[in-house]
T-cell receptor, first 117, second 117 residues
């Protein structure tokens, strides 16, 4: 149980275009989802907290207009990288936990490798 | 603010041997949770083990066990009888036991474990 599905697994796009990444909780409802960014051989950096039915909470230094987050349902959050540039190339990972209990482990999607050419 | 420190960038261990990964953290909180996640080459984040700060007993999961020293703010992971499939990046993570933390995990920099035949 507690499966988080992320799509696509990898995407290549041209500079200036936008890319949408989906994160779905397949067998549980998630009022909160998290989006991380990971550079090669580095740790996960939290970008934003996605809240169902309300605005996302962005971490300091993350451009909210660049990384649009929508959490329209209890099982789906999307991250849209707008007007992508090569420096946005990275590995993006989402996570969620069943219910709102902070002590239950986070479950992670399989990540999306974004390459902007 | 909480910080999580993993001072070993890389560890190498032979099959069937034991390796211990160190993790220290800094917090003024008294109630929190600690986790070890592994990230194999597939880059899927997988929960290895979790520890509640209020529990004195060290958590164990099959070949994985922790040495939790609350006073020293230390949370090391021991992998016994290492297997080739244990090769991965291992991340130590911390979360406050507070609803206002929104369940945000704080990750360490990671330790790359390489298991050799």
């Amino acid at each position: 149980g507690a499966v988080v599905s992320q799509h696509p697994s990898w995407v290549i796009c041209k500079s200036g275009t936008s890319v949408k990444i989906e994160c779905r909780s397949l067998d549980f409802q998630a009022t909160t989802m998290f989006w991380y960014r990971q550079f090669p051989k580095q740790s996960l950096m939290l970008m934003a907290t996605s809240n169902e039915g309300s605005k996302a909470t962005y971490e300091q230094g993350v451009e909210k207009d660049k990384f649009l987050i929508n959490h329209a349902s209890l099982t789906l959050s999307t991250l849209t990288v707008t007007s992508a540039h090569p420096e946005d190339s990275s590995f993006y990972i989402c996570s969620a936990r069943p219910g709102d209990y902070y002590n239950s482990p986070l479950h992670f999607g399989n990540g999306t490798r974004l390459t902007v050419t | 603010a909480q910080t999580v420190t993993q001072s070993q960038p890389e560890m190498s261990v032979q099959e069937a041997e034991t390796v211990t990964l160190s993790c220290t953290y800094d917090t003024s909180e008294n109630n929190y949770y600690l986790f070890w996640y592994k990230q194999p080459p597939s880059r899927q984040m997988i929960l290895v083990i979790r520890q509640e700060a209020y529990k004195q007993q060290n958590a164990t999961e099959n070949r994985f066990s922790v040495n939790f020293q609350k006073a020293a703010k230390s949370f090391s992971l021991k992998i016994s009888d290492s297997q080739l499939g244990d090769t991965a990046m291992y991340f130590c993570a911390f979360i406050r036991a507070s609803t206002d933390s929104w369940g945000k995990l704080q990750f360490g920099a990671g330790t790359q474990v390489v298991v050799t035949p």
